[in-house]
């Protein structure tokens, strides 16, 4: 892992910038003198790790006392992209234009970026858990078809937070049963890009026993503020 910049934020946060191989990343750590928990934090659907909003989480929860990275999964962000990318990503564009279903553009997007992005999660949680200043316990938070097959496939995850507005592959849907970590689950009951049965549907194939579903009125973005309090509330009980 190699850092690439740093700088001291007001709140006393360290934002540094890495690569690690291809891979590139942010790590938020806050002022402590003991080894701190880790978060993972993805956005949905592969967007970009300096999007504001996951930006401002993963600051907050730093500021809570947790160490937080996020990185860019293969295509998106300052990934290079394929034309196979392109093309998807294009197609799925028209489609929302004209309004048609894009349910099986999100599919084979989706899901051979989840297939290529877990890989690259755990190389970098190899390398988190490295520095001096982690100590985990490992928790997740942000995409959830990323998460449920990280839940199942990486031992150290101790507890998830999952957005409902991304789309979650029927390989993934598949995998929830799979998932026995504690979990939290945020649902927009409005989200124009995610039916709510669906998410309801996702939440009661979740196989863990200590499960908790938020839903909130309004639209994909309107996740209220207060959600990112109970959510460092949350991996709080479970992370320290």
């Known amino acids: 892992m190699h850092f690439t910049s740093e700088q001291r934020l007001d709140d006393g946060v360290l934002e540094r910038a ?25 956005h949905n659907n592969g967007l970009p790790r300096r999007e504001a ?16 990275a996020t990185i860019d999964a293969p295509g998106c962000g300052d990934r290079p992209r394929s034309a196979a990318d392109e093309q998807a990503r294009a197609d799925l564009r028209r489609a929302m234009r004209a309004g048609e279903p894009v349910d099986e553009i999100f599919e084979s997007f989706v899901g051979p970026l989840v297939e290529k992005a877990v890989p690259e999660w755990q190389t970098t949680l190899d390398a988190l ?12 938070s942000g995409w959830t078809a990323v998460g ?12 998830a937070g999952f957005f409902a507005g991304g ?27 995610n039916p ?42 479970h992370l320290k």
């Open 18 to 42: 890495f690569t690690l191989g291809e891979i590139p990343g942010t790590l938020w750590t806050p002022e402590s003198a003991a080894p701190v928990p880790l978060i993972l934090m993805a």
């Open 53 to 68: 909003r996951l930006v401002a989480r993963a600051r907050q929860s730093a500021a809570y006392g947790y160490a937080v």
């Open 129 to 140: 858990l490295a520095l001096p200043e982690i100590g985990g316990p490992v928790g997740y």
């Open 148 to 159: 449920i097959r990280l839940a199942v496939a990486e031992p150290r995850i101790a507890a």
């Open 167 to 193: 789309h979650v592959p029927r390989a993934q849907r598949e995998e929830a049963r799979q998932v026995t970590v504690p979990l939290l689950l945020l649902l927009q009951w409005d989200d124009e890009g």
């Open 196 to 237: 709510r049965q669906r998410a309801l549907d996702l939440f009661d194939a979740f196989g863990t026993e200590e499960k908790t579903l938020h839903a909130n009125m309004g639209g994909h973005t309107g996740t209220p503020w207060f959600e990112l309090d109970d959510g460092n509330r949350f991996f709080a009980r």
